[in-house]
C-alpha cells in the first residue's frame, strides 16, 4: 500500500496518510447534539477536513444504526445564482443521487421531481418532509458547501430547512448540520426578490450552536509524518516538527502539502534514504509559494474584497490598534482562515504572512527591473547601502504612482519596500517578515548566502509619526531588540514620512547613529 500525504479532497484511507477525522472534534458533543434534535453549523477554513470528518462521521452513525445519515454536497446549485428554480432543483437532484448513492435508497430518486412540480420555494421541505414520513429510522442530514450559494437560492434553502424544524424527528430530519467555510450568522444575502439584505441568522433562526473544525496539534503533525516513516522507512530530522509548526500553525492543508512537496516532488527527497531535513522543508515552503498553488491562490483571491481589505491592511501597516474595523468583517477573515484573534487579531501563520505582501505586490514585483547581481560584492555579500540607496531613488520616483491605483493604501511603504526586496533576493537568499497590529513597526530578516558564510541582515521600517527624534530613538530601540533576537549586528533603520507638506528633498536623507556601540545607517524617505 503506497499512501501519501493529501492536498486534494477528502481522505482516502488507502491512499492517503491522515490523523483519525473522528478524533479531531469531541464527538460525544456532536452525537448529543444529534440526539437532542438540534439544527447546529460546522465550519472551518477551507482544505481544513469539514468534508473528511462529515463522511467519517455519517458511516459512524449508519454502522451504529440509529439513524439514517446522509451527506451531501450543494455546491453545484452555485451556478444558479439567484435563479431559486434552478437552484433548487439542483439541490433535490443532488440529494436524490447521494441518497440513492451513498445509502442505498431510491425514494428521493423516484419522487423528487413530483416534488419540484409543488414549487421551488416549498419542493425541498416537501420532499425532505415525506421521506422522513417513509422512513423507517430517523433521519439525519449533513448539508455540505451551503455558503456557496448565494441570494434568493440561498434563503430559500435556509427557509425550507427552517419551516420543517417543528415536525422533526417523524415528519423532517431529526437533526441537520450545515456545513461551510463561514457560519450562518455571518451571512449577508442579497435578496433580488425583497431587495434587502438578509442575514443567515434570521433565515435560519432555529441553530442550536457553531461548531469549528481546527487546525491539527503538534502531536498530530508529528503523528502524520511518521506515518510516512513507518510506511517508506524515511526520516524526519526532529527539527523538522517544531519548523512546520510554526510555519503553518497546524493549518491541514499546509501540513500535508509541506510533507508532499518535500517527500514526493523534491529530487532530493523522493530518495528514501535522505532524512528530511528543516531545509528540505524550506524549500519546500518556497516551491509552494512561488507556484502560487490552489489553495494559497484562492486565498489570495479573497485579499481583493473590501471586508478582507478592512481588516488585513491595518495589520500590514502596524498600525497601533484596528479602529473602526467592523467585528462582522473580523470574523468573517478569521472564518476564511487568514487571521487568528488572541489578544489583537494577527496573521493566521508565517506561510500565509508571507503569501499576503507578496501577492498583494506580485505585478509590481514584476516590473521591478532590479537584480541581485547589481548588490553583490566581489566576496559575494549583498552591498546594503548601495540597495537602500537605490531602494530610496526607486520609492522616490514611483510611490505616488503606484499609490493611485493600490487597494492597501495603508500599507503602501511596508508593501513596496517588501516587493523591492523579493525581487532583489529572489533565488539567492530569504526574506522572512515581522509585522501586525500594535507594533508599529515592520521588520524584514535577510538572510543570503556568500562564499564563507551566511549573512544575516535585519531593516526595520518606522512610519513617521509625532517628532523626527523620538521616531528614530523609538526605531533604534526596537531594530536592536530585533537584532538581538536574530543573533546579528547588522542591522538598517527606514524611516517614511507620508506628509503631503514636506518636498521629498525634505523627505530623503541619510545619516547614522550609534545605538549600544554599533553603528545603524538610518534611510529616510
Known sequence: MNRFFNTAGPIRRDDHYYIEPLERMKLEEILRLIDQKKYFVLHAPRQTGKTSYLLALMDYLNNRGDYKVLYTNIESAQAARNNVKEGIRAILGTIADDANSRLNDDYLEKNWESAFKRGAFSALSYLLSAWCKQSEKPIVLFIDEVDALIGDTLISLLRQLRSGYEKRPRLF???????????????????????????????????????????????????????????????????????????????????????????????????????????????????????????????????????????????????????????????????????????????????????????????????????????????????????????????????????????????????LLQAFLQRVINGGGKVDREYGLGRQRTDVFIQWPYSSGKQETVIELKLMYGSHDGIIEKGLEQLWGYMDKCGTKEGYLLVFNRSRELTWEEKIFKQEREYKGISIPIYGM
Not at 426578490?193 to 457553531?210: H, I, L, M, P, Q
Not at 522507512?233 to 510554526?246: A, R, S, T, Y
Not at 518556497?286 to 498553488?293: M, Q
Not at 526607486?394 to 493604501?409: A, I, L, S, T, V
Open 173 to 415: 430530519p431529526q437533526s441537520i448540520i450545515l456545513c461551510g467555510v463561514r457560519d450562518v450568522r455571518d451571512y449577508r444575502i442579497h435578496s433580488e426578490t425583497e431587495k434587502t439584505v438578509v442575514t443567515g441568522g434570521s433565515a435560519f433562526n432555529v441553530k442550536a450552536t457553531s461548531l469549528r473544525l481546527g487546525n491539527f496539534s503538534p502531536l498530530e503533525i508529528e503523528k502524520l509524518y511518521l506515518m510516512h516513516t513507518r510506511q517508506t522507512g524515511q526520516k524526519f530530522n526532529i527539527d523538522v516538527f517544531p519548523l512546520v509548526w510554526d510555519l503553518t500553525e497546524g493549518q491541514p492543508w499546509l501540513v500535508n502539502a509541506l510533507a508532499y512537496e518535500t517527500c514526493f516532488e523534491i529530487k532530493e527527497g523522493r530518495n528514501r534514504e535522505t532524512e528530511i531535513t528543516v531545509e528540505l522543508i524550506e524549500q519546500a515552503k518556497e516551491n509552494l509559494i512561488l507556484r502560487r498553488e490552489t489553495h494559497l491562490d484562492q486565498l489570495s483571491d479573497k485579499l481583493k474584497e473590501e471586508r478582507v481589505r478592512s481588516v488585513i491592511s491595518p495589520i500590514l501597516a502596524c498600525e497601533s490598534e484596528a479602529k473602526n474595523i467592523p467585528t462582522d468583517d473580523v470574523e468573517y477573515v478569521i472564518d476564511l482562515g487568514l487571521i487568528k484573534k488572541e489578544k489583537q487579531i494577527r496573521i493566521a501563520n508565517r506561510i500565509y504572512k508571507e503569501i499576503i505582501p507578496r501577492e498583494l505586490t506580485y505585478s509590481t514585483q514584476l516590473t521591478i527591473r532590479q537584480e541581485s547581481a547589481w548588490y553583490v560584492t566581489e566576496e559575494g555579500r549583498l552591498d546594503m547601502d548601495k540597495l537602500l540607496t537605490a531602494f530610496q531613488d526607486f520609492f522616490r520616483k514611483n510611490f505616488e504612482h503606484w499609490e493611485e491605483g493600490f487597494h492597501y493604501k495603508e500599507a503602501g511603504p511596508q508593501l
